[in-house]
């Protein structure tokens, strides 16, 4: 079975300080991973993905997330907060040895104030 | 492509009634997924599709839920009879198999 746990459930930070939301996920084989992002009475929508490659990926409005096979993580992360990136987050993990079912985390509130 | 499309966008219902949600996925996406989004429970896949089949339905919390998908193009997600725990915003997803793109989600209030 896959899973994602995403441990914090809000994260606070200033605007222009450096971003963290962290993600760890657990499947059997080799993951596909994803982040997404969910505004206030929105859907969900598409950040970035890992599927091979580079273990930093980037994605949209400049966040960019790092793949590290021996911690299992794929921490999503921005140099430069900005006020407008408070909203919701959701880390995913597929496993690419099965059908295309993504399993999403619980989801980390990121709030940035001025 | 105007993306996933679905409909309607909200839905107060009264408890027992039916209700029918309806999506339109990505054209030349070969999958479709349905999500339930609640406060406690975070987001959970219901069920999805691939080819117009469905593949996984571990996830229907109850048989008063029912999804078909008569062809590419449509998917409806049936609750019948709607209860108030059934209130939820419902997200349909489709993908041509990696990652998914969302549609704008059904919020329903059943009463």
């Known amino acids: 079975a896959q899973s994602v746990a995403q441990p914090e459930d809000q994260v606070n930070v200033a605007e222009g300080n450096p971003l963290t939301v962290k993600c760890t996920y657990s499947?059997?084989?080799?993951?596909?991973l994803f982040w997404y992002v969910q505004y206030p009475n929105r859907g969900l929508q598409f950040l970035l993905k890992?599927?091979?490659?580079?273990?930093l990926v980037k994605g949209s409005y400049g966040f960019e997330a790092e793949f590290n096979k021996s911690q299992t993580s794929f921490h999503l992360k921005k140099p430069s907060a900005l006020v407008s990136d408070s909203a919701l987050y959701f880390c995913?993990?597929?496993?690419?040895?099965?059908?295309?079912?993504?399993?999403f985390g619980t989801g980390t509130r990121l709030q940035v104030t001025l | 492509d105007a993306g996933v499309i679905q409909s309607p966008r909200h839905e107060v219902t009264e408890m027992g009634q039916e209700v029918t949600l309806r999506c339109k996925p990505i054209s030349g996406h070969d999958y479709l997924f349905w999500y339930r989004q609640t406060m406690m429970r975070g987001l959970e896949l219901l069920i999805y599709?691939?080819?117009?089949?469905?593949?996984?339905d571990s996830g229907m919390p109850e048989d008063r839920f029912s999804a078909k998908m008569p062809n590419a193009s449509f998917s409806t997600l049936k609750i019948q009879p709607s209860e108030p725990r059934d209130s939820a915003v419902y997200f349909c997803?489709?993908?041509?198999?990696?990652?998914?793109?969302f549609g704008q989600g059904t919020r329903l209030t059943v009463v």
């Open positions: 890992y599927i091979t490659g580079d273990n």
């Open positions: 499947v059997s084989g080799n993951p596909y």
């Open positions: 995913a993990v597929r496993d690419t040895g099965t059908a295309s079912k993504l399993t």
């Open positions: 997803a489709s993908s041509l198999g990696i990652g998914a793109f």
């Open positions: 599709f691939n080819n117009n089949v469905p593949i996984d």
